[in-house]
């Protein structure tokens, strides 16, 4: 049964009720990818909906450009990779899209090394079936939809001998630090483009798993990221402990990330991205116990390093990056405010 793109609700067309009682069955297209390294041309045989290009040396995104050949074989005009979307502070990552070429031709950054990119197909694949709950999946009211709903392989989580790459870890909540995903706006697949972050995080980034622990679309919807286990409550285990991801290095274990879908650079979030966003983070602060307008020392539990920042941050309170978006990080102050409110 093929993936349908018309409800992206879940992003997969819902079959047969299954055995296991509160599931049916919906099939999701299996996502190819192809990786390569430097700058030479590469074609492929699937088409292609997003490059990943990864880079060392340099957070900037300066001097960095794709060109991509479609389907008849013509290779297109060069196009400036733009923001460096959310990036670390030793080196630079986007998702790109295409709009389904055959392949692509890149420049690195001014400054950049180890060239790494990732041709990814995430709606035309061979189905792949799956489980998902019949009923909507809510954290204390608010719906989100699960791992499988957005057609999260959970094979990815694993590496060749079945161990699991990244092990779950989990340490008390401290903070929420925002994000923007850099991808395109107006995106007509999302649950797509989550499962393309979360090839891209997964394998090439070789985290294990999605950096993020929730990430919302423009329509509102709100995915459910990085595993945690089988406990109903996301991104937790049943003691209210934050399951470690990788959103920002250095500082992950306790930090809780949101990503909006998108590029907030230019223009904010939607109205139903926002309000979105604000249910999210109200009923976290309250589900935690914090202050969504304070300032807060956190402390990693790791390695012991300090840093004080909001506690309701934006990426850019962490380290050098344009994440999430400047018109994003402006709208941080109104999200305290609306967070704090009784609304």
Same mark, same amino acid.
């Given at each position: ?39 030479? $041309? ?17 957070? %900037? ?25 959310? =990036? ?11 709009? %389904? ?65 990244? $092990? ?10 925002? !994000? !923007?995903?850099?991808?395109?706006? =107006?995106?007509?697949? $999302? ?7 979360? %090839? ?44 470690? =991801? ?77 994440? $999430? ?16 409110? %009784?609304?």
């Amino acid at each position: 049964m093929a993936a349908t793109t018309q409800d992206n609700s879940t992003a997969g067309s819902v079959g047969t009720p299954s055995d296991t009682f509160g599931t049916t069955t919906a099939s999701f297209p299996s996502t190819r990818a192809q990786e390569a390294t430097g700058e030479a $041309p590469l074609k492929t045989a699937f088409p292609i909906g997003y490059v990943g290009v990864q880079w060392a040396g340099t957070a %900037q995104a300066d001097g960095g450009a794709i060109r991509v050949i479609d389907a008849g074989g013509a290779m297109g005009e060069w196009q400036a990779f733009g923001g460096s979307g959310c =990036a670390e502070a030793n080196g630079g990552a986007l998702l790109i899209p295409v709009n %389904q070429a055959s392949g692509y031709e890149l420049k690195a950054p001014d400054g950049a090394i180890g060239l790494r990119s990732l041709a990814l197909d995430c709606t035309r694949g061979p189905g792949r079936e799956v489980k998902v709950p019949t009923d909507p999946t809510r954290l204390r009211g608010v719906v989100y939809l699960s791992r499988a709903a957005w057609g999260a392989d959970e094979s990815l989580r694993f590496k060749p001998d079945g161990t699991e790459n990244t $092990p779950t870890a989990f340490y008390p909540f401290q903070t929420i630090t925002l !994000h !923007h995903t850099a991808t395109a706006n =107006a995106d007509p697949d $999302p649950a797509a483009t989550v499962r393309g972050i979360y %090839q891209f995080h997964a394998v090439t980034n070789d985290w294990g798993d999605i950096g993020y622990h929730f990430l919302i679309d423009e329509q509102g919807r709100i995915y459910e990221g990085r595993y945690s286990g089988d406990d109903v409550l996301p991104a937790h285990d049943r003691d209210r402990k934050l399951v470690t =991801a990788f959103h920002v290095g250095g500082f992950n274990s306790g930090n809780l990330g949101i990503a909006l879908l998108g590029t907030l650079t230019e223009q904010g979030p939607t109205d139903a991205a926002r309000i979105a966003l604000t249910r999210l983070v109200r009923v976290l602060t309250r589900l935690h116990g914090v202050d969504p307008k304070a300032t807060v020392t956190y402390t990693n539990p790791v390695n012991g390093t300090r840093k004080e920042v909001p506690e309701i941050s934006g990426h850019q309170d962490w380290m050098p990056t344009e994440c $999430p978006g400047a018109t994003m990080y402006e709208a941080l102050t109104r999200l305290r405010e609306d967070v704090a409110g %009784q609304g």
